[in-house]
Protein backbone atom coordinates (compact mmCIF):
# COMPACT_ATOMS: atom_id res chain seq x y z
CA UNK A 1 0.00 0.00 0.00
CA UNK A 2 1.23 3.43 -0.71
CA UNK A 3 1.50 6.08 2.24
CA UNK A 4 1.73 8.98 1.90
CA UNK A 5 4.72 11.21 4.08
CA UNK A 6 5.07 14.82 5.32
CA UNK A 7 8.69 15.49 5.95
CA UNK A 8 9.68 17.67 8.80
CA UNK A 9 13.75 18.92 8.79
CA UNK A 10 12.85 20.76 11.47
CA UNK A 11 12.33 17.83 13.76
CA UNK A 12 15.87 17.57 14.48
CA UNK A 13 16.53 20.92 16.07
CA UNK A 14 13.74 20.19 17.69
CA UNK A 15 15.77 17.04 19.27
CA UNK A 16 12.27 15.18 19.07
CA UNK A 17 13.32 12.47 16.37
CA UNK A 18 14.25 9.84 18.70
CA UNK A 19 11.20 10.46 21.62
CA UNK A 20 8.66 9.71 18.99
CA UNK A 21 9.77 5.99 18.93
CA UNK A 22 6.64 4.16 17.70
CA UNK A 23 6.20 6.51 14.36
CA UNK A 24 9.64 7.05 13.55
CA UNK A 25 10.35 6.25 10.15
CA UNK A 26 13.45 6.80 7.62
CA UNK A 27 15.54 10.07 7.06
CA UNK A 28 14.77 12.14 4.06
CA UNK A 29 17.15 13.22 2.28
CA UNK A 30 17.37 16.58 4.04
CA UNK A 31 17.80 14.74 7.42
CA UNK A 32 14.59 15.55 8.75
CA UNK A 33 12.21 12.87 9.76
CA UNK A 34 9.61 11.60 7.84
CA UNK A 35 6.41 10.74 9.28
CA UNK A 36 3.29 8.85 8.01
CA UNK A 37 0.19 10.62 7.99
CA UNK A 38 -1.75 6.95 8.41
CA UNK A 39 -3.49 7.30 11.58
CA UNK A 40 -2.52 4.45 14.03
CA UNK A 41 -4.52 1.97 16.38
CA UNK A 42 -5.87 2.76 19.48
CA UNK A 43 -7.50 5.70 21.33
CA UNK A 44 -4.13 6.37 23.32
CA UNK A 45 -0.30 7.27 22.86
CA UNK A 46 2.41 7.28 25.20
CA UNK A 47 3.92 10.69 26.76
CA UNK A 48 6.84 10.30 24.35
CA UNK A 49 5.02 11.59 21.81
CA UNK A 50 3.95 14.51 23.22
CA UNK A 51 6.42 15.65 25.19
CA UNK A 52 8.83 15.68 22.05
CA UNK A 53 6.79 18.86 20.98
CA UNK A 54 5.65 19.88 24.21
CA UNK A 55 8.52 20.81 25.40
CA UNK A 56 11.65 23.56 25.92
CA UNK A 57 9.44 26.64 26.43
CA UNK A 58 9.67 29.29 29.21
CA UNK A 59 8.48 32.63 30.34
CA UNK A 60 10.59 36.18 29.38
CA UNK A 61 11.88 35.82 32.84
CA UNK A 62 13.48 32.18 32.10
CA UNK A 63 11.46 29.95 34.24
CA UNK A 64 10.71 26.90 32.16
CA UNK A 65 6.76 26.23 31.64
CA UNK A 66 7.10 22.93 29.69
CA UNK A 67 4.20 20.87 29.50
CA UNK A 68 5.81 17.68 29.73
CA UNK A 69 8.24 18.18 31.86
CA UNK A 70 5.79 19.38 34.38
CA UNK A 71 3.50 16.50 34.38
CA UNK A 72 6.22 13.83 33.82
CA UNK A 73 7.25 14.95 38.15
CA UNK A 74 3.44 14.81 38.87
CA UNK A 75 1.76 12.24 40.79
CA UNK A 76 -0.55 12.14 37.73
CA UNK A 77 2.32 10.78 35.56
CA UNK A 78 3.12 8.29 38.89
CA UNK A 79 -0.20 7.33 38.86
CA UNK A 80 0.64 3.54 38.41
CA UNK A 81 4.55 3.51 39.82
CA UNK A 82 2.98 4.29 43.07
CA UNK A 83 4.35 2.24 46.09
CA UNK A 84 1.60 2.76 48.32
CA UNK A 85 -1.47 2.32 45.46
CA UNK A 86 0.06 -1.14 44.42
CA UNK A 87 0.77 -2.05 47.89
CA UNK A 88 -3.04 -0.92 48.56
CA UNK A 89 -4.34 -2.95 45.65
CA UNK A 90 -2.80 -6.17 46.81
CA UNK A 91 -3.96 -5.71 50.22
CA UNK A 92 -7.35 -5.56 48.44
CA UNK A 93 -7.16 -8.17 46.51
CA UNK A 94 -5.41 -10.54 49.31
CA UNK A 95 -8.87 -9.22 51.31
CA UNK A 96 -10.98 -10.86 48.77
CA UNK A 97 -9.67 -12.71 46.30
CA UNK A 98 -13.47 -13.91 45.20
CA UNK A 99 -13.14 -10.54 43.36
CA UNK A 100 -9.59 -9.53 42.59
CA UNK A 101 -10.42 -9.18 38.54
CA UNK A 102 -13.02 -6.31 39.50
CA UNK A 103 -11.04 -4.82 42.20
CA UNK A 104 -7.58 -4.52 39.58
CA UNK A 105 -10.28 -3.31 37.18
CA UNK A 106 -11.97 -0.66 39.38
CA UNK A 107 -8.63 0.69 41.01
CA UNK A 108 -6.36 0.69 36.87
CA UNK A 109 -9.44 2.73 35.88
CA UNK A 110 -7.72 6.03 37.05
CA UNK A 111 -4.14 4.78 37.70
CA UNK A 112 -3.79 2.88 34.61
CA UNK A 113 -6.26 4.19 32.34
CA UNK A 114 -4.66 3.61 29.09
CA UNK A 115 -5.26 0.31 30.09
CA UNK A 116 -8.79 0.10 30.71
CA UNK A 117 -11.46 0.11 28.84
CA UNK A 118 -14.05 2.37 28.28
CA UNK A 119 -17.29 1.82 30.39
CA UNK A 120 -19.23 -1.03 29.57
CA UNK A 121 -16.59 -2.73 27.46
CA UNK A 122 -16.16 -6.37 27.24
CA UNK A 123 -12.28 -6.28 27.43
CA UNK A 124 -10.64 -7.78 29.88
CA UNK A 125 -7.80 -5.45 29.73
CA UNK A 126 -7.46 -3.27 32.72
CA UNK A 127 -5.82 -5.95 35.54
CA UNK A 128 -3.30 -3.95 37.69
CA UNK A 129 -0.81 -6.76 38.31
CA UNK A 130 -0.39 -8.11 34.47
CA UNK A 131 1.11 -4.90 33.78
CA UNK A 132 3.65 -4.81 36.73
CA UNK A 133 6.49 -4.24 37.55
CA UNK A 134 7.27 -1.02 35.58
CA UNK A 135 10.23 -1.26 33.18
CA UNK A 136 11.83 0.67 30.90
CA UNK A 137 11.57 -2.20 28.46
CA UNK A 138 7.61 -2.05 28.84
CA UNK A 139 5.60 -2.45 25.38
CA UNK A 140 2.28 -1.83 23.80
CA UNK A 141 -0.75 -2.61 27.04
CA UNK A 142 1.84 -2.10 29.51
CA UNK A 143 3.87 0.91 28.50
CA UNK A 144 -0.02 2.49 28.20
CA UNK A 145 -0.29 0.91 31.36
CA UNK A 146 2.62 2.22 32.95
CA UNK A 147 2.52 5.53 31.46
CA UNK A 148 -0.51 6.57 34.38
CA UNK A 149 -2.79 9.53 33.75
CA UNK A 150 -1.12 10.42 30.61
CA UNK A 151 -1.75 13.48 28.08
CA UNK A 152 -3.90 11.20 25.87
CA UNK A 153 -6.25 10.68 28.82
CA UNK A 154 -6.94 13.66 30.10
CA UNK A 155 -6.97 15.13 26.54
CA UNK A 156 -9.28 12.67 25.30
CA UNK A 157 -11.98 12.57 27.41
CA UNK A 158 -15.31 13.19 25.59
CA UNK A 159 -17.42 16.25 27.64
CA UNK A 160 -20.62 13.85 27.60
CA UNK A 161 -22.06 13.03 30.63
CA UNK A 162 -19.25 14.75 32.89
CA UNK A 163 -20.47 16.58 35.98
CA UNK A 164 -23.21 14.07 36.18
CA UNK A 165 -23.21 10.95 38.61
CA UNK A 166 -23.09 8.13 35.72
CA UNK A 167 -18.80 10.29 35.23
CA UNK A 168 -17.82 9.59 39.14
CA UNK A 169 -16.09 6.26 40.22
CA UNK A 170 -13.87 6.59 36.50
CA UNK A 171 -17.13 7.07 34.67
CA UNK A 172 -15.65 8.85 31.72
CA UNK A 173 -15.72 8.18 28.48
CA UNK A 174 -12.89 8.51 25.67
CA UNK A 175 -13.70 10.32 22.49
CA UNK A 176 -14.10 7.51 19.90
CA UNK A 177 -15.33 9.82 16.98
CA UNK A 178 -13.01 9.52 13.42
CA UNK A 179 -10.03 11.45 13.31
CA UNK A 180 -8.88 11.09 16.91
CA UNK A 181 -10.06 14.33 18.39
CA UNK A 182 -7.85 15.85 21.23
CA UNK A 183 -9.02 18.10 23.07
CA UNK A 184 -7.47 21.75 24.50
CA UNK A 185 -8.12 25.48 25.64
CA UNK A 186 -7.31 27.00 22.67
CA UNK A 187 -8.14 27.22 19.19
CA UNK A 188 -5.17 25.30 16.71
CA UNK A 189 -2.67 26.82 14.69
CA UNK A 190 -3.31 25.10 11.20
CA UNK A 191 0.40 24.71 11.29
CA UNK A 192 0.62 23.44 14.16
CA UNK A 193 -2.58 21.07 13.76
CA UNK A 194 -1.16 19.65 10.80
CA UNK A 195 2.69 18.61 12.56
CA UNK A 196 0.61 16.88 15.48
CA UNK A 197 -1.78 14.90 13.03
CA UNK A 198 1.19 13.88 11.15
CA UNK A 199 3.26 12.83 14.18
CA UNK A 200 0.78 11.27 16.29
CA UNK A 201 -2.42 10.75 14.20
CA UNK A 202 -4.34 12.75 16.68
CA UNK A 203 -6.46 16.08 15.97
CA UNK A 204 -5.96 18.90 17.97
CA UNK A 205 -9.88 20.54 18.68
CA UNK A 206 -10.80 23.64 20.82
CA UNK A 207 -12.98 22.55 24.05
CA UNK A 208 -14.17 24.21 26.83
CA UNK A 209 -14.81 21.18 29.24
CA UNK A 210 -11.00 20.24 29.46
CA UNK A 211 -11.10 23.55 31.88
CA UNK A 212 -13.87 21.85 34.09
CA UNK A 213 -13.90 20.47 37.26
CA UNK A 214 -15.92 18.24 35.97
CA UNK A 215 -13.23 16.57 34.28
CA UNK A 216 -11.37 16.03 37.03
CA UNK A 217 -14.63 14.92 39.34
CA UNK A 218 -14.79 11.71 37.29
CA UNK A 219 -11.94 9.97 39.11
CA UNK A 220 -11.54 12.13 42.14
CA UNK A 221 -15.49 11.54 43.28
CA UNK A 222 -15.33 7.79 44.21
CA UNK A 223 -17.79 5.20 45.51
CA UNK A 224 -17.49 2.06 45.91
CA UNK A 225 -19.46 -1.17 48.03
CA UNK A 226 -17.69 -2.98 50.93
CA UNK A 227 -17.69 -6.89 50.27
CA UNK A 228 -19.14 -8.64 52.49
CA UNK A 229 -18.08 -12.50 53.88
CA UNK A 230 -21.48 -13.51 52.82
CA UNK A 231 -21.37 -12.20 49.46
CA UNK A 232 -23.63 -9.86 49.49
CA UNK A 233 -22.66 -6.14 49.38
CA UNK A 234 -22.82 -3.17 51.35
CA UNK A 235 -24.40 0.55 51.00
CA UNK A 236 -23.08 2.74 48.65
CA UNK A 237 -19.32 4.38 50.56
CA UNK A 238 -18.21 8.07 49.43
CA UNK A 239 -14.60 6.67 49.75
CA UNK A 240 -13.39 10.64 48.37
CA UNK A 241 -15.40 13.23 47.32
CA UNK A 242 -13.80 16.58 46.89
CA UNK A 243 -15.58 17.73 44.24
CA UNK A 244 -18.92 17.24 46.13
CA UNK A 245 -17.14 19.26 48.64
CA UNK A 246 -16.03 22.12 46.08
CA UNK A 247 -19.68 21.64 45.19
CA UNK A 248 -21.08 22.61 48.52
CA UNK A 249 -18.28 25.37 49.09
CA UNK A 250 -18.45 29.46 48.16
CA UNK A 251 -15.67 28.31 45.56
CA UNK A 252 -17.95 26.99 43.53
CA UNK A 253 -18.82 30.07 41.99
CA UNK A 254 -15.17 31.61 40.85
CA UNK A 255 -12.44 28.75 40.96
CA UNK A 256 -12.17 25.38 39.54
CA UNK A 257 -10.14 22.60 40.63
CA UNK A 258 -7.82 24.07 37.60
CA UNK A 259 -7.38 27.15 39.12
CA UNK A 260 -5.64 25.65 42.02
CA UNK A 261 -3.66 22.57 40.71
CA UNK A 262 -2.62 23.92 37.45
CA UNK A 263 -1.69 27.83 38.17
CA UNK A 264 -1.26 29.74 35.18
CA UNK A 265 2.06 30.33 33.46
CA UNK A 266 1.95 34.21 34.51
CA UNK A 267 2.93 35.57 31.51
CA UNK A 268 2.23 35.11 27.97
CA UNK A 269 3.84 31.53 26.79
CA UNK A 270 3.70 28.74 23.53
CA UNK A 271 2.32 25.23 25.10
CA UNK A 272 4.86 23.63 22.28
CA UNK A 273 8.55 24.18 21.14
CA UNK A 274 7.84 23.27 17.54
CA UNK A 275 6.33 26.26 15.52
CA UNK A 276 4.50 27.61 18.99
CA UNK A 277 3.17 31.35 19.48
CA UNK A 278 2.62 32.65 23.02
CA UNK A 279 -0.73 31.47 24.51
CA UNK A 280 -2.91 33.65 27.21
CA UNK A 281 -3.10 32.12 30.76
CA UNK A 282 -1.72 28.47 29.91
CA UNK A 283 -2.05 26.04 32.80
CA UNK A 284 1.38 24.72 33.94
CA UNK A 285 0.30 20.45 34.08
CA UNK A 286 2.41 20.76 37.71
CA UNK A 287 -0.91 18.94 39.01
CA UNK A 288 -0.30 20.45 42.64
CA UNK A 289 -1.73 18.19 45.37
CA UNK A 290 -0.78 17.17 48.55
CA UNK A 291 1.69 13.94 48.15
CA UNK A 292 5.40 15.76 49.11
CA UNK A 293 6.19 12.41 50.46
CA UNK A 294 5.57 9.94 47.40
CA UNK A 295 7.19 12.09 45.38
CA UNK A 296 10.20 11.73 47.36
CA UNK A 297 9.77 7.95 47.61
CA UNK A 298 9.79 7.82 44.21
CA UNK A 299 12.37 9.42 43.66
CA UNK A 300 14.60 7.92 46.05
CA UNK A 301 13.41 4.40 44.79
CA UNK A 302 13.82 5.20 41.52
CA UNK A 303 15.41 3.04 39.88
CA UNK A 304 13.04 -0.22 41.49
CA UNK A 305 9.89 1.66 40.44
CA UNK A 306 10.38 2.39 36.81
CA UNK A 307 10.15 6.55 37.39
CA UNK A 308 11.37 8.26 34.17
CA UNK A 309 11.31 12.09 35.90
CA UNK A 310 14.63 13.06 36.08
CA UNK A 311 15.95 13.08 39.92
CA UNK A 312 15.63 17.27 39.80
CA UNK A 313 12.14 17.32 38.18
CA UNK A 314 10.92 15.22 41.29
CA UNK A 315 12.81 17.32 43.64
CA UNK A 316 11.39 20.25 42.51
CA UNK A 317 8.08 18.52 42.42
CA UNK A 318 8.19 17.77 45.84
CA UNK A 319 9.30 21.28 46.79
CA UNK A 320 6.88 23.25 44.60
CA UNK A 321 3.85 20.61 46.95
CA UNK A 322 5.27 21.42 50.17
CA UNK A 323 4.84 25.40 49.18
CA UNK A 324 1.30 25.15 47.80
CA UNK A 325 0.54 23.38 51.26
CA UNK A 326 2.01 26.23 53.35
CA UNK A 327 0.33 29.00 51.28
CA UNK A 328 -2.84 27.49 50.35
CA UNK A 329 -4.47 25.05 52.51
CA UNK A 330 -4.53 25.93 55.89
CA UNK A 331 -3.59 28.61 58.97
CA UNK A 332 -3.37 28.39 62.68
CA UNK A 333 -3.61 31.12 65.04
CA UNK A 334 -4.45 32.11 68.57
CA UNK A 335 -7.43 33.70 69.72
CA UNK A 336 -7.30 33.77 73.15
CA UNK A 337 -4.83 33.36 75.90
CA UNK A 338 -5.11 33.60 79.21
CA UNK A 339 -4.11 32.25 83.10
CA UNK A 340 -6.78 31.66 85.73
CA UNK A 341 -7.21 29.27 88.50
CA UNK A 342 -4.18 27.57 88.28
CA UNK A 343 -4.39 26.79 84.29
CA UNK A 344 -3.54 28.33 80.93
CA UNK A 345 -6.01 28.55 78.86
CA UNK A 346 -5.43 28.75 75.09
CA UNK A 347 -8.14 29.13 72.08
CA UNK A 348 -6.05 27.87 68.78
CA UNK A 349 -8.16 28.31 65.77
CA UNK A 350 -7.44 26.35 62.45
CA UNK A 351 -8.87 28.00 59.03
CA UNK A 352 -9.12 26.34 55.70
CA UNK A 353 -7.62 27.78 52.75
CA UNK A 354 -8.95 25.19 50.35
CA UNK A 355 -12.03 24.86 48.01
CA UNK A 356 -12.77 21.17 49.43
CA UNK A 357 -12.63 19.82 52.97
CA UNK A 358 -9.00 20.17 54.39
CA UNK A 359 -7.22 17.25 54.42
CA UNK A 360 -9.01 16.15 51.17
CA UNK A 361 -9.06 13.33 49.02
CA UNK A 362 -7.96 9.63 49.91
CA UNK A 363 -8.19 8.78 53.44
CA UNK A 364 -4.95 7.89 54.81
CA UNK A 365 -4.30 11.57 55.07
CA UNK A 366 -4.57 13.50 58.28
CA UNK A 367 -3.56 16.81 59.69
CA UNK A 368 -3.39 17.64 63.54
CA UNK A 369 -2.41 20.16 65.80
CA UNK A 370 0.99 19.88 68.10
CA UNK A 371 0.50 22.37 70.81
CA UNK A 372 3.75 22.54 73.54
CA UNK A 373 3.72 24.80 76.92
CA UNK A 374 6.90 25.56 78.40
CA UNK A 375 7.68 27.88 81.42
CA UNK A 376 9.64 31.07 82.54
CA UNK A 377 12.59 28.34 82.60
CA UNK A 378 12.24 26.87 79.53
CA UNK A 379 11.38 23.87 80.94
CA UNK A 380 8.40 21.51 79.39
CA UNK A 381 4.86 21.75 81.45
CA UNK A 382 2.54 19.82 78.55
CA UNK A 383 2.62 18.77 74.68
CA UNK A 384 0.07 17.42 72.88
CA UNK A 385 0.51 15.86 69.52
CA UNK A 386 4.47 15.57 69.07
CA UNK A 387 5.53 13.65 65.83
CA UNK A 388 7.61 11.10 66.14
CA UNK A 389 10.67 9.79 63.45
CA UNK A 390 8.42 6.14 63.24
CA UNK A 391 5.17 7.97 61.70
CA UNK A 392 3.23 7.64 64.72
CA UNK A 393 1.82 10.82 66.26
CA UNK A 394 2.08 10.45 70.14
CA UNK A 395 -1.53 10.37 72.03
CA UNK A 396 -3.29 9.33 68.87
CA UNK A 397 -5.48 6.39 69.57
CA UNK A 398 -5.41 5.04 66.10
CA UNK A 399 -1.42 4.87 66.29
CA UNK A 400 -1.30 3.17 69.09
CA UNK A 401 -4.22 0.48 68.54
CA UNK A 402 -5.50 -0.06 65.23
CA UNK A 403 -8.86 -0.79 66.35
CA UNK A 404 -9.88 2.38 68.00
CA UNK A 405 -9.62 5.96 66.72
CA UNK A 406 -8.83 9.44 68.68
CA UNK A 407 -12.46 11.18 68.70
CA UNK A 408 -12.61 14.93 67.97
CA UNK A 409 -12.18 17.54 70.95
CA UNK A 410 -13.70 20.78 71.87
CA UNK A 411 -11.28 21.29 74.35
CA UNK A 412 -7.64 18.85 75.30
CA UNK A 413 -6.66 18.67 78.80
CA UNK A 414 -4.31 15.80 78.83
CA UNK A 415 -1.00 14.99 76.82
CA UNK A 416 -3.04 11.98 75.83
CA UNK A 417 -5.39 13.95 74.06
CA UNK A 418 -4.66 15.33 70.40
CA UNK A 419 -6.48 17.04 67.56
CA UNK A 420 -6.70 14.89 64.78
CA UNK A 421 -8.62 15.92 61.35
CA UNK A 422 -9.36 13.03 59.22
CA UNK A 423 -11.75 10.23 58.19
CA UNK A 424 -12.39 7.05 59.94
CA UNK A 425 -13.79 4.24 58.28
CA UNK A 426 -15.66 1.14 59.36
CA UNK A 427 -16.34 -2.32 58.03
CA UNK A 428 -19.27 -3.02 60.41
CA UNK A 429 -17.14 -4.91 63.10
CA UNK A 430 -14.71 -2.23 63.34
CA UNK A 431 -11.92 0.43 62.38
CA UNK A 432 -10.46 0.19 58.78
CA UNK A 433 -7.89 1.03 56.62
CA UNK A 434 -9.52 -0.89 54.22
CA UNK A 435 -11.50 0.47 51.20
CA UNK A 436 -13.30 -2.55 49.81
CA UNK A 437 -14.15 -3.43 53.42
CA UNK A 438 -15.54 0.24 54.77
CA UNK A 439 -18.85 0.95 54.77
CA UNK A 440 -19.45 3.96 57.03
CA UNK A 441 -17.50 6.68 58.47
CA UNK A 442 -17.38 7.11 61.87
CA UNK A 443 -15.70 10.21 62.31
CA UNK A 444 -15.55 13.23 59.44
CA UNK A 445 -14.12 16.16 61.25
CA UNK A 446 -11.79 17.32 58.00
CA UNK A 447 -12.68 20.95 58.32
CA UNK A 448 -15.21 22.29 55.67
CA UNK A 449 -14.38 24.99 53.14
CA UNK A 450 -15.68 28.28 53.55
CA UNK A 451 -19.41 28.96 52.61
CA UNK A 452 -19.97 25.07 52.85
CA UNK A 453 -23.31 24.26 52.71
CA UNK A 454 -24.90 21.18 54.42
CA UNK A 455 -28.13 21.08 52.81
CA UNK A 456 -26.35 20.81 49.01
CA UNK A 457 -23.63 18.61 50.38
CA UNK A 458 -26.30 16.16 51.02
CA UNK A 459 -24.56 12.85 53.31
CA UNK A 460 -22.04 11.95 51.41
CA UNK A 461 -19.47 14.62 51.66
CA UNK A 462 -21.35 15.50 55.66
CA UNK A 463 -19.33 15.81 59.08
CA UNK A 464 -19.41 12.56 61.15
CA UNK A 465 -18.55 12.13 64.44
CA UNK A 466 -18.55 14.45 67.36
CA UNK A 467 -18.04 17.34 65.90
CA UNK A 468 -21.57 17.57 64.88
CA UNK A 469 -21.53 18.96 67.73
CA UNK A 470 -19.48 21.28 68.56
CA UNK A 471 -20.62 24.17 67.85
CA UNK A 472 -16.54 26.29 67.13
CA UNK A 473 -16.35 23.15 64.19
CA UNK A 474 -18.13 25.75 61.21
CA UNK A 475 -17.97 25.93 57.78
CA UNK A 476 -13.87 27.34 57.01
CA UNK A 477 -12.65 26.60 60.59
CA UNK A 478 -12.42 24.80 63.94
CA UNK A 479 -11.65 26.58 67.16
CA UNK A 480 -10.59 24.32 70.38
CA UNK A 481 -9.31 25.08 73.60
CA UNK A 482 -6.14 24.03 75.42
CA UNK A 483 -6.48 23.75 79.32
CA UNK A 484 -3.39 23.32 80.96
CA UNK A 485 -2.85 23.19 85.05
CA UNK A 486 0.50 25.16 85.77
CA UNK A 487 2.35 26.74 88.74
CA UNK A 488 1.37 30.30 88.33
CA UNK A 489 4.83 31.66 89.76
CA UNK A 490 6.61 29.86 87.20
CA UNK A 491 5.67 32.30 84.09
CA UNK A 492 5.34 33.61 81.91
CA UNK A 493 4.03 30.38 79.68
CA UNK A 494 5.03 30.55 76.19
CA UNK A 495 2.75 28.46 73.79
CA UNK A 496 3.82 27.39 70.62
CA UNK A 497 1.17 25.12 68.21
CA UNK A 498 1.86 23.87 64.74
CA UNK A 499 -0.49 22.23 62.30
CA UNK A 500 1.50 19.23 60.46
CA UNK A 501 0.49 17.49 57.53
CA UNK A 502 0.62 13.60 56.55
CA UNK A 503 -0.18 12.30 53.08
CA UNK A 504 0.12 9.05 54.44
CA UNK A 505 -0.72 8.06 57.95
CA UNK A 506 0.97 5.39 60.18
CA UNK A 507 -1.74 3.08 60.33
CA UNK A 508 -2.32 3.24 57.03
CA UNK A 509 1.25 2.22 56.48
CA UNK A 510 1.61 -0.07 59.07
CA UNK A 511 -1.63 -1.85 58.48
CA UNK A 512 0.03 -3.34 55.13
CA UNK A 513 2.61 -5.20 57.44
CA UNK A 514 0.13 -8.22 57.92
CA UNK A 515 0.19 -8.58 54.09
CA UNK A 516 3.09 -11.01 53.03
CA UNK A 517 3.30 -10.05 49.63
CA UNK A 518 6.10 -8.32 46.98
CA UNK A 519 4.08 -5.04 46.73
CA UNK A 520 3.03 -4.70 50.43
CA UNK A 521 6.83 -5.97 51.94
CA UNK A 522 8.26 -3.50 49.95
CA UNK A 523 6.14 -0.60 50.69
CA UNK A 524 5.99 -0.98 54.20
CA UNK A 525 10.02 -1.11 53.94
CA UNK A 526 10.15 2.35 52.02
CA UNK A 527 7.71 3.71 54.42
CA UNK A 528 9.47 3.11 57.85
CA UNK A 529 12.95 3.80 56.05
CA UNK A 530 11.45 7.46 55.16
CA UNK A 531 8.59 7.90 58.05
CA UNK A 532 10.44 10.84 59.89
CA UNK A 533 10.11 12.75 56.85
CA UNK A 534 6.24 12.12 56.57
CA UNK A 535 5.04 14.55 57.88
CA UNK A 536 5.34 18.82 56.82
CA UNK A 537 4.15 21.84 59.11
CA UNK A 538 1.38 23.60 57.45
CA UNK A 539 1.16 26.63 59.87
CA UNK A 540 2.92 28.15 63.12
CA UNK A 541 1.63 30.14 65.73
CA UNK A 542 3.19 31.48 69.41
CA UNK A 543 2.29 33.62 72.09
CA UNK A 544 3.31 34.08 75.70
CA UNK A 545 0.85 34.29 78.56
CA UNK A 546 1.15 36.01 81.62
Not at 271 to 289: I, N, Y
Request: glycine share 8%; aromatic share 8%; proline share 7%.
Amino acid sequence: MNRATVVFPIAIAAGFVLAATSRTGPLDAAGGLAWTDEPEDGPFATSDRCIACHRGVSTPDGTDTSIGHDWRASMMANSARDPYWQAAVRREVMDHPEASAAIQAQCARCHMPMASPNPGSDSQVGLVFANLPISEAAEGEAALAADGVSCTVCHRISPEGLETEDSYSGGFRIDESPGRPVFGPFEPDAGGAGIMHSATGFRPEEAAHVQSSGLCASCHTLFTHALRPDGTQGPEFPEQVPYLEWQASAYRENRTCQDCHMPEAGADVPVTLVLGRPRPAVSRHVFRGGNFFMLRMLNRYREELGVAALPAELELAAERTEEHLRNATATVEVSSAAIRDGRVFVEAEVRNLAGHKFPTGYPSRRAWLHVAVTDGADRPVFESGAFLPSGRVVGDDHDEDGSRYERHYEEIRSPDQVQVYQAVMTDGLGVTTGLTSAEQWVKDNRILPVGFDAAAAGSRAAVQGSALLDDDFRPGSDRIRYSVAVDPDAGPFTVEIELLFQPIAYRWAENLAAYDAVETRRFVGYYREMAAGSALVLAEAVTVVN
